[in-house]
């Protein structure tokens, strides 16, 4: 399918300019609306008692004292709300053999985790219901803990849920080629590395939170969300509250970042649910910053071996890697928390052409916060695998890296096609995006200045990073599995008395600027200007029903509704013109906010046309019915993903005597396709980057033997900070999806799967001068500093 | 448990009379006494900056800060910034330069800003960098936020 040229080239378009938001002023006023910014008549507060062991058997728990403190409504355990709250399991049926037992919001018998709820006390103010918790007293039998995931699946091993025989969740198997023969192949040089991912955090700045509020009269729950799928909220909290879905209304109003960390079933918010529930008046919850380190799902936490074999002329025969990662000790509901191995199977080396393939992974519960979907799922892994060999290879063979990718990049006019794990590709431009990065940054000029450094004892290194992302799932991913998510979004749009749209979508926004391009594809494809647009999300009652903000999917399969609803609209407001005016709908267009000539002569403002259809129906035709309002969902169809790709470099200097790493430039390519908002777009790239940085140089969450996490405050873990990140250039390459009229990927991932990968090849290239390499992120000094005494 | 402590202050040119309980921080005064929500809270022990305030002229940190010892200050907060001036400047330029995405670091990030330029904070990009690293962002990669404040110093804004 092609879309109409004019939609993306008439005068009074908005797609592919760089619009400022419509919604910075009112952030920029502090007049956002976040959670914790509600306040609600005879609201009440509350706070948990959590589990301060990783793995304990609880023996009692003592509410007396608790419950006579002051300002305390209500404290309930694990078997109290059991009652109201139907157990989850987050297990799908796509995921073959995926385990995982029930949960409930508050431990029952066993706590699994440091930080698992235990008890729950409500009172008139957060302080008081802090106070309470402290006269809680849980008796706890602490039993050995399950933390390492590489004894995880030891037979000597603590099994956490003895109902499962032993620690394993999950594991698949996928091969391709006949990898160990291709290895043997006289020539081909294979290298094998060991690979440390370390667990890290969303860190969002707003801590999760919620407020609930039910009304007994209606029986009707309210919730006010921070997140991203409120559609999927709203079953999870009919289904487990016994509550008609229909009578649940979950509005995301602003939401101070997610990254996929606010996208999942907590059991503190869904125990606030239920006390809402059954005090039948609002209750408040919002995690302190402790709660968040311990509680909101953690990412990555990979330990992979792998090789790869290269012919001496560079040809890339096979990957072969074994991945083993550790989930917490249950897998995330709805999501699961297979995914992102399942993604590391499927997506690493995809960029390039490969005939033998073989990937074992392993799923493994352990004793430690639960491990989901986390902004750019299995990405930054799967890049920095075959990345990583890659760049590792050409050191090998004395190649230089862009030259090998140039070898065995798919071709940018081969498509579409296949990856070696089968997954379906097109419309992408691997060797364009190399070709345009080299160009920006100068490679030969900074690779020359890299060898001048060096002679003055200055290491810097250069790494490059080809890859792709998963955006635009389709009913793949999760729907097919029986998970309650929406993989369509729907848009609405309706003109009115004077003259403005009215748009609501499905989609929702957490700060990338959904709004923004829901309201320019609007404004655009329509034809009125962008300031007469209100644009509505994140709000189950007046949105239509779709699937939100995640895995790179707003962008492409929202913004594709809204340009099919504008469009059906525009349609419907030129049938209704053309009456009014007896003339035909082909010689009318709509501009500025005006039925136009094709020539863009006024003919008819739209407030006029609205007003006539809606006060004035009389002057009407009896058989035209003008709705002026059109709705329209759209679904990717025919692929399980539209992927997109990017070509990233990183410029580091390693400071030899202390291990620091310096970021000096970064540099993406990113092929997104349509373009909607540059400035939108670059910023969220640049974003996503820095957390991919923060991923390879600083961010983990450090856990002792038995389980206590041992940083879990702002000053211990660490984030990037401005004064540590690089200016970061962004350019484009726009390969339309041919899935869509609008023909937008996702992008808000790819900095974040990338990075990683980059930085990793530049730190191992500035440390190549002296035999020294590492293969464990975060790169933090003190790793730096042995890797190079393992070289010496 | 907790003591009581009656405080006067002025909060963005309004006098304000309270009484608080002397364990009450002073953002938690301004938004949950005062309902002043544009103060966020990110981490409440200082790091990540959400809740930065201009206290008499000093750039604070409101999670730091007891509700107490702000009796017979000027606090200003995002609410109270001008209409005009070099908080409205900064405002036009982070919208022009889109130096925000979620907002929930936005009005400490400007409120770090504000304490930056007055201070006669010269257009030097690693310098800024340096001021705002009290300022924890996790949506932008902090570049646009460096071009907004470049930007108002250099009276190239909107």
């Known amino acids: 399918m092609t879309g109409p040229a004019h939609i993306f080239d008439k005068p009074n378009r ?61 404290v309930y355990s694990g078997e109290d709300l059991a009652a109201h709250v139907t157990p989850y399991v987050g297990t799908l049926t796509h995921l073959a053999g995926l385990r995982s037992m029930p949960q409930h919001p508050l431990a029952m018998e066993v706590a699994r985790w440091q930080g698992e709820p235990v008890v729950m006390v409500v009172a008139t103010s957060r302080a008081l219901a802090e106070d309470a918790c402290e006269l809680v007293y849980v008796d706890f039998d602490e039993l050995p803990a399950a933390v390492d995931s590489e004894t995880a699946l030891d037979l000597e091993a603590p099994v956490i849920h003895p109902e499962l025989g032993n620690n394993l969740a999950w594991e698949r198997d996928m091969v391709a080629g006949d990898i160990d023969a291709a290895f043997a192949t006289p020539g081909v040089h294979v290298v094998e590395r060991e690979f440390r991912f370390g667990r890290h955090t969303g860190v969002t700045l707003e801590s999760r939170g919620t407020v609930c509020d039910y009304d007994p009269s209606e029986n009707q729950l309210t919730v006010y969300y921070s997140g991203q ?38 059991g503190d918010e869904i125990a606030t649910a239920a006390a809402a529930k059954l005090l039948k008046r609002p209750v408040k919850f919002i995690a302190d910053r402790f709660e968040s380190f311990v509680t909101d799902i953690h990412a990555r936490d990979h330990i992979v071996k792998a090789k790869m074999g290269v012919t001496e002329a560079g040809t890339i025969v096979g990957i072969d890697f074994d991945d083993l990662t550790g989930i917490g000790p249950f897998s995330m509901y709805p999501r699961t928390s297979a995914i992102e191995c399942n993604q590391v199977l499927n997506l690493t080396g995809a960029p390039y052409v490969m005939e033998n393939y073989r990937a074992k992974g392993r799923v493994v519960f352990q004793n430690k916060t639960l491990m989901c979907q986390y902004r750019a799922v299995g990405h930054p892994i799967a890049m920095a695998i075959a990345d990583g060999l890659l760049e590792d290879a050409a050191r090998k ?3 230089d890296p862009v030259a090998l990718r140039e070898i065995n990049l798919m071709a940018d006019d081969s498509y579409p096609r296949s990856s070696a794990t089968g997954m379906k590709l097109d419309d992408l431009s691997h060797k364009r995006a190399l070709r345009k990065l080299t160009e920006l940054m100068d490679y030969d000029a900074l690779r020359d200045e890299r060898t001048e450094a060096r002679k003055n004892g200055i290491y810097r290194g250069i790494g490059f990073v080809s890859m792709v992302e998963v955006t635009n ?43 923004a391009i829901l309201a320019q594809i609007a404004a655009g494809v329509f034809g009125v200007d962008l300031n007469r647009v209100k644009v509505t999300t994140g709000d189950t009652a007046t949105t239509p029903y779709g699937g939100g903000t995640w895995a790179s999917r707003g962008a492409g399969i929202g913004g594709e509704a809204m340009l099919q609803a504008a469009q059906a609209l525009k349609d419907q407001v030129l049938e209704v013109a053309g009456v009014m005016l007896q003339t035909g709908v082909e010689t009318l267009d709509i501009q500025g906010g005006a039925v136009t000539d094709l020539n863009g ?23 035209l019915n003008p709705e002026l309002v059109a709705t329209r969902h759209y679904r990717v169809t025919d692929f399980p993903f539209v992927f997109t790709n990017g070509a990233m470099a990183a410029h580091v200097e390693v400071d030899i005597e202390t291990g620091f790493v310096k970021v000096l430039h970064f540099w993406a390519v990113e092929d ?45 873990y660490m984030v990037p900070m401005a004064s540590e990140m690089p200016d970061i250039t962004i350019a484009h390459i726009e390969t339309p999806t041919k899935t869509s009229v609008l023909g937008a990927k996702g992008a808000g991932e790819a900095g974040t799967g990338g990075a990683p990968a980059a930085i990793l090849n530049a730190v191992n290239d500035a440390l190549s001068p002296m035999g020294a390499s590492i293969w464990q992120m975060p790169m933090t000094p003190e790793r730096i500093l042995t890797a190079l005494d393992q070289a010496d | 448990m907790s003591r009581s402590i009656d405080i006067s202050l002025r909060v963005n040119g309004e006098d304000v009379r309270a009484t608080v309980p002397s364990r009450l921080n002073l953002v938690d005064f301004l938004r949950e006494e005062l309902s002043l929500t544009g103060s966020h809270v990110g981490c409440e022990h200082g790091v990540c900056g959400a809740c930065t305030l201009t206290v008499d002229g000093d750039t604070v940190r409101g999670c730091l800060m007891l509700a107490a010892q702000a009796d017979g200050k000027d606090v200003i907060t995002i609410e109270g910034l001008a209409e005009n001036g070099q908080s409205a400047q900064l405002q036009a330029a982070f919208t022009k330069h889109n130096a925000l995405q979620c907002g929930f670091c936005t009005p400490g990030m400007l409120a770090s800003a504000i304490g930056y330029v007055n201070a006669g904070g010269i257009a030097d990009r690693e310098a800024i960098r340096q001021h705002i690293s009290g300022n924890y962002c996790r949506c932008t990669g902090y570049q646009s936020i460096v071009n907004a404040i470049c930007d108002v110093i250099e009276e190239k804004s909107v």
């Open chain 1, 14 to 74: 908005y797609i592919g300019k760089p619009e400022p938001r419509a919604d910075a002023a009112r952030l920029l006023q502090g007049r956002g609306s976040y959670v914790d910014d509600q306040k609600l008549p005879r609201m009440v507060h509350a706070a948990f008692v959590r589990s301060p062991h990783a793995h304990a058997k609880i023996l009692s728990i003592d509410t007396e004292d608790a419950r006579a403190a002051k300002g305390v409504i209500a």
């Open chain 1, 229 to 266: 799928a409120p559609h999927m909220m709203q079953v999870i909290f009919s289904k487990h509250l016994d509550l008609p879905e229909e009578n649940i209304r979950v509005i995301s109003n602003d939401v101070g970042g997610s990254f996929g960390i606010k996208i999942h079933t907590y």
């Open chain 1, 397 to 399: 063979i004395g190649m």
């Open chain 1, 473 to 515: 799932p389709s009913p793949m991913f999760y729907g097919i599995g029986g998970a309650p998510i929406a993989s369509q979004d729907g848009a609405t749009v309706r003109l009115d008395a004077g003259g403005a749209l009215h748009v609501s979508s499905s989609i929702t926004e957490q700060g990338q600027g959904t709004n």
């Open chain 1, 601 to 623: 002569t006024i003919r008819l403002p739209l407030a006029d046309l609205a007003r006539t259809v809606y006060y004035r129906g009389n002057e009407l035709p009896n058989d």
């Open chain 1, 672 to 716: 997104c396709g349509r373009v909607i908002n540059p400035l939108l777009v670059d910023e969220q790239i640049r974003g996503g980057v820095v957390q991919g940085i923060g991923g390879a140089l600083y961010e983990e969450c450090h856990y002792s033997p038995d389980g206590q996490f041992l940083n879990a405050t702002m000053a211990d």
